[in-house]
């Protein structure tokens, strides 16, 4: 049965694991909770191996139905995770699924997660029959009312009070990015005593006295242009330790940004911002981005974006940074010796 992301700790309180749980869907962080909260509940109920498999090319399917069908020496009960790097596997995953739910042991639980899987994708047999035998969650983007409910929440697990308008400006600042929202709020918590009541003016001299570099003013370097810029703000950002998949997660918020507002000068002759609340102060820097890039631009860059995040959520990136920096230089088509990362 479909149930909903915020309803998950009352299924999760209610009884027991069911066999399978599918988590689809394209926003990280909350995919990463729920994921986070199975995980609990499944140590809790005694489950207490773990053995993750990636459905690759390289991917072999016995090694899952051996896992499935097989009790570990050390384990009485098996947790699996299984990584799908698209929602349409294929015709061979299609019929594994479809066996592997007639397997069902009550010291097994399989959690599938993959991106977002499209109503074509949920009436397959396959998607089906686990979700018929189980739960399925589907992760959406949060609207912007639907994610200061959200940093409320977490603001709350931190013991971190902070007024609605401070919420306000923080769901305003991280444009729908939670990862980037819950790095926020743990600075917050780390910057202000217990007790204090972060108020907006907290937020803004704070901002106002860190020197480092924000992701955001990392992407607007990008849709500037000036990559010698951006490329020594990801730097600074590496020195930091901001994690790889915010800042790919920015990259390709903007690409779909791009694309949306060329799409709409294309078909109505004029781009109405409004229309995709983007803030006057930031349509110079779009409107510099519409100006160079063409849609066959964003096609390719589209790609390679889609490339990389399944690289990111797939597989360890020795040097997450170079990728970063090569996909922020697919927003200005120039010649590379006209780039210098030495001068200027």
Not at 24 to 37: C, N, R, S, V, Y
Not at 60 to 81: G, P, R
Not at 106 to 134: C, E, R, Y
């Amino acid at each position: 049965m479909q149930i909903q992301t915020y309803d998950l700790q009352r299924h999760l309180d209610a009884g027991p694991l069911p066999p399978f749980i599918l988590v689809f869907g394209d926003e990280p962080q909350q995919k990463l909770d729920i994921i986070d909260a199975v995980r609990a509940k499944a140590k809790q109920s005694g489950f207490d191996e773990r053995v993750s498999f990636t459905l690759d090319s390289d991917f072999e399917w016995a090694h899952l139905i051996d896992a499935m069908q097989s009790m570990s020496l050390f384990a009485d009960k098996q947790y699996i995770e299984l990584t799908l790097l698209s929602s349409k596997p294929g015709a061979v995953a299609a019929k594994q699924f479809l066996e592997i739910t007639k397997v069902i042991s009550p010291d097994v639980m399989l959690l599938i997660h993959g991106p977002k899987a499209g109503k074509d994708v949920q009436k397959t047999k396959w998607f089906s029959a686990l979700a018929n035998q189980g739960w399925f969650l589907h992760v959406y983007d949060l609207a912007h009312s639907q994610l200061q409910k959200w940093l409320s929440a977490r603001a709350n697990k931190l013991n971190l009070y902070i007024s609605q308008d401070a919420l306000s400006m923080v769901a305003d600042l991280c444009e729908g990015n939670l990862m980037a929202g819950r790095q926020e709020l743990e600075k917050l918590g780390l910057q202000f005593p217990p007790q204090h009541v972060i108020e907006t003016n907290d937020i803004a001299n704070t901002m106002t006295q860190q020197s480092r570099y924000s992701t955001f003013q990392f992407t607007d370097e990008v849709l500037r242009g000036d990559m010698q810029k951006a490329v020594k703000m990801l730097i600074r950002l590496e020195d930091e330790g901001i994690e790889p998949v915010i800042i790919l997660w920015s990259i390709v918020n903007e690409a779909q940004t791009i694309t949306k507002l060329l799409n709409m000068q294309s078909m109505q002759g004029h781009i109405d911002y409004k229309s995709l609340r983007i803030w006057a102060s930031k349509q110079a820097l779009y409107q510099a981005a519409v100006a160079r890039l063409t849609p066959a631009h964003m096609h390719a860059i589209n790609e390679q974006l889609s490339q990389a995040d399944i690289m990111f959520k797939s597989a360890y990136i020795a040097k997450p940074y170079v990728i970063l920096s090569h996909l922020a230089l697919l927003f200005m088509p120039t010649h590379m010796p006209d780039f210098s990362l030495v001068n200027g």
